[in-house]
């Protein structure tokens, strides 16, 4: 009879070559995740953030405009100023864009054109595009039918 010998995840990773003090080594969030974390009702510049801090953490919500004073940018803001514990709960970061002469990493990542509204996942991918503004209803509707969200309630596979 053979001997079955168990390691434990730590010998295990040491057989590996020595990747315990890498993956043991703590952290820390990049400043914007950690204001975030610190409160999820924190809306960015695009100039703050790097979208790929929040990969696998939140949902950005991207809102550009040409200036703060687009009557569109206007209604879509105070939509989320209304209902933002709704996106809170989903884990929505909330990004806007209206300075398209700074060019933020943002707007040369996403390309918008005017006025525009963008979901994304918490995967880093587009999940849908708006030209005109859009309700929290609306938006957190699409969020809770994403395969990610439902699995997150507990209702998907």
């Given amino acids: 009879m053979t001997a079955i010998r168990t ?3 730590t010998a295990f990773l040491m057989a590996l070559g020595g990747l ?27 100039s703050e953030v790097d979208l790929q801090d929040f990969l696998w953490i ?8 040409e200036a703060p004073q687009v009557p569109a940018f206007q209604e879509q803001m105070g939509y989320i100023a209304e209902d933002m514990d709704q996106l809170a ?9 209206t300075d398209p002469a700074a060019m933020s990493e943002v707007r040369e990542q996403l390309r918008p054109r005017g006025f525009q509204l963008t979901l994304m996942g918490k ?15 609306e938006l957190t509707r699409s969020i809770d039918k994403m395969p990610m969200r439902q699995r997150e309630m507990g209702g998907g596979s």
């Fill in 123 to 137: 995967d880093g991918g587009v999940k849908l595009r708006k030209p005109l503004p859009w309700q929290v209803r």
């Fill in 89 to 97: 709960r989903r884990d929505v970061v909330v990004v806007t864009d």
């Fill in 20 to 46: 315990v003090p890498v993956l043991a080594q703590e952290t820390s969030d990049p400043p914007a995740v950690e204001r975030w974390r610190d409160d999820p009702t924190t809306v960015f510049e695009a």
């Fill in 58 to 65: 939140a949902r950005p919500v991207v809102i550009f405009a």
């Fill in 7 to 9: 390691l434990s995840l």
